[in-house]
């Protein structure tokens, strides 16, 4: 073939590159080909070649190339080229198609035997590019993520009480540990009518911002109807209604609310489908405190059943949230309710209840234990001696 020929048959090589013509690009090729600069998962050979091509049509298109220069030595022709490509279709070694158009431009040498192209060695600037313009979209998507967590930690932590209630004969223990992707764990305390006290545990379903927000949404209706009713139930059922319209469609809350009259020692509670609270007797035993009711703004008109007990001396409540349940150990078991069940009923007053839970959390996870999820625990004790 003449020098011209040579030229003419690198050109239709990369038109047939262009538009993803494997039949011709195989026909151009000889079958042993050799291809001197594999890309990262290309495998050798002319096969290998052309499934490499194959991707490229699959992630780009509107592929032009321009031949800048071309020069001919021996058996081998020597291309400058640029190359214009618009990635919209499909992912890049982990860049996805964001319409952007990328330039590159590159050296090629082919080795011609007879009239098909044997050897190429090449060398561009595009992977490079594309590497670190995809470096820069992910700096930008950490810097938006860590945004968004600092945003939904200060909305919730702007949301958790400043001060734990004093009660004469009583002891109240919140214990708070945020995961790093903040979930919409919340618990508050309600000074109300009587020197009686509302408690609140819940947990907005999702993480980040938009659970922060419908937490706090929830927790500001909540303590607003709670000043005029005396009822559980009645409070749960009332802003159940407006956490329908007002929160998106595929989120709900969690929550267990309960009035304590500190005087007599009778808590009556209402649950909107969260975790079962225990309560620990003193005889070595942990009773769930029940009650019936679906989660907070899934479905209007729902009515939450009422519950109460009354406190002896020494008995204490745990009120928590998934978090404490849901951790896994190394070996991917679940903490589960039958061990926290278990673990409450064996609890003894030398130490409080949720301090006791946390260390066996911590032996039952091990070490480099990333938390999941945020961990609430609440935890309401008569003291053992009443006046």
């Known amino acids: 073939m003449s020098v011209e020929e040579n030229k003419a048959l690198i050109r239709r090589f990369f ?6 013509d494997l039949a011709a690009l195989k026909e151009m090729m000889a079958p042993d080909f050799v291809d001197h600069n594999l890309l990262p998962g290309q495998a050798p050979g002319r096969e290998g070649y052309l499934q490499s091509v194959a991707e490229d049509s699959a992630t780009f298109s509107e592929v ?37 158009e ?9 080795r011609i035997v007879g009239s098909r192209i044997a050897e190429e060695w090449s060398q561009g600037s595009g992977l490079a590019e594309m590497t670190q313009h995809q ?14 967590l600092r945003v ?3 909305i919730q932590q702007a949301s958790l009480p400043k001060e734990v209630p004093k009660l004469e004969g009583w002891q109240i223990s919140p214990f708070y540990q945020p995961a790093r992707e903040v979930g919409g764990d919340f618990y508050d305390f309600l000074e109300l009518k009587d020197g009686q006290l509302g408690l609140v545990v819940g947990d ?12 706090a949404s929830a927790r500001s209706m909540l303590r607003a109807v709670a000043q005029a009713s005396e009822s559980p139930g009645e409070v749960l059922g009332s802003i159940n209604d407006p956490l329908v319209t007002d929160i998106p469609p595929n989120m709900f809350v969690t929550c267990f609310y309960a009035i304590l009259d500190p005087k007599s020692g009778r808590l009556t509670y209402a649950n909107a489908g969260h975790d079962l609270p225990y309560l620990h007797r003193r005889n070595a035993e942990a009773e769930d405190l029940r009650a019936r009711g679906m989660p907070l703004g899934l479905m209007p008109g729902m009515s939450y059943e009422e519950k109460e007990i009354v406190f002896e001396a020494g008995q204490a409540a745990l009120f928590y949230s998934d978090g404490l349940v849901e951790a896994h150990d190394p070996e991917g078991e679940m903490f589960g309710f039958p061990r926290l069940r278990a673990l409450v009923a064996e609890h003894t007053a030398e130490k409080s209840l949720g301090e006791f839970l946390m260390e066996e959390l911590y032996s039952f996870v091990g070490e480099g234990w990333e938390q999941e999820d945020d961990i609430t625990l609440l935890t309401l004790r008569r003291s053992a001696t009443t006046s």
Not at 76 to 85: F, G, Q, Y
Not at 102 to 110: A, F, K, M, N
């Open 135 to 148: 470096l820069e979209q992910e700096r930008i998507e950490r810097e938006r993520v860590e945004q968004e």
């Open 64 to 100: 032009h190339n321009i031949f800048e220069e071309q020069l001919v030595d021996g058996d081998k022709v020597i291309s400058r080229i640029s190359t214009r490509a618009l990635h919209d279709r499909g992912e890049y070694f982990g860049l996805m198609p964001a319409g952007k």
């Open 204 to 215: 907005a379903t999702g993480k980040g911002v938009p659970a922060a927000l419908v937490m």
């Open 102 to 110: 990328l330039e590159v431009t590159s050296i090629t040498i082919h």
């Open 15 to 20: 038109e047939a590159q262009a538009k993803g």
């Open 152 to 154: 939904a930690r200060s």
